[in-house]
């Protein structure tokens, strides 16, 4: 094996054992480059929050500034509308019923919302056996970034009672994704849910 083979071989051999270190290096970097970029995604979604909050201020005191002024003489009342986003549980009652084993039976409904946006959800319940039932859930599974889970939801109670109303409004956060949720979480029961309807508020 003549010399230039040999250096061949042993930059060929340098370069393998060299491999490891850089793909270690290589991987440390892209991880924590990808730690700065949650980073900064975590502030812009902030951010963005921040300045919804300062323009439905802005609009606030301009209404005030008005009503001081003369301008108007009452506040302009909400002329909001709802335009519709999903529609649930519409061509027959959905049955949620654990009594025989007591095991947690929630329907899960992921929707795609518009941070910044407020939302309403309607709906209708019936419940007809709450012995052993605990409060029904109907409301949000929030997860937003770099920040605790949140759990909007509607007030439903336990007790038996024939077909009734439930609502509840919430804004989503920029950074933050929604999970419409509604059944049986602790406890045993029957319970029905029909005509639930997602609107977003404009």
Known sequence: MNRRHRLGMLLMMVSVLALPAWGENQLERNQTLQAQVRELERELD?????????????????????????????????????????????????????RANGKRQVIHRWLKLKPGKTYCFEGQFRIE??????????????????????????????????????????????????CLIYGIENGAGRILFRDIAVFEID
Do not use: M
Request: glycine fraction near 12%; include cysteine; aromatic fraction near 8%.
């Open 129 to 178: 056996d709450g012995k052993a039932l605990q409060p029904v859930k109907f409301g949000g599974f929030v997860q937003v970034k770099g920040k605790p889970t949140q759990w909007p939801a509607a007030s439903l109670g336990k007790e038996p009672c024939d077909w009734r109303p439930c609502s509840f409004e919430y804004t989503l956060p920029f950074g933050g994704s929604f």
């Open 46 to 98: 902030e951010l963005r929050g921040q300045a919804a909050r300062l323009q439905a201020t802005q609009s606030t005191l301009e209404t005030t500034r008005r009503l001081i002024s003369g301008e108007i003489r009452r506040a302009p009342g909400v002329q909001g509308k709802k335009v519709e986003v999903g529609r649930f549980e519409q061509e027959r009652e959905l049955v949620i019923d654990n």
